[in-house]
């Protein structure tokens, strides 16, 4: 079992930046990847980006250029570093994490974006 708390989420004007934590409760070098989803209003949940236990990271098109996510191994957390925002990047923002061939996720934080 792996438990995902995220932090970090609010309300930010558009152009603005946020970071998102994601702590888990396990060893973060036993999880293989660790990333992030959101899902807007009346839209399915997506991948946002994520980054694999070598640091190997994948970003969806819209988020290239101004998200960044890092992990740091030794507190077991992945960050989200969000830049330019926009009010498309709503959301309820979910961590994730993949163990042992086993999905794990968080309760999620909200970002909303509007002036």
């Known amino acids: 079992q792996v438990q995902l708390v995220e932090s970090g989420g609010g309300l930010v004007q558009p152009g603005g930046s946020l970071r998102l934590s994601c702590a888990a409760s396990?060893?973060?070098?036993?999880?293989?990847?660790m990333g992030w989803y959101r899902q807007a209003p009346g839209k399915q949940r997506e991948l946002v980006s994520s980054i694999t236990s070598g640091g190997r990271t994948n970003y969806a098109d819209s988020m290239k250029g101004r998200f960044t996510i890092s992990r740091d191994n030794a507190k077991n957390t992945v960050y989200l570093q969000m830049n330019s925002l926009k009010p498309e990047d709503t959301a309820v923002y979910y961590c994730w994490s993949v163990r042992d061939g086993m999905s794990y996720w968080g309760k999620g934080t909200l970002v909303t974006v509007s002036s």
């Open positions: 396990v060893s973060a070098f036993t999880i293989y990847a």
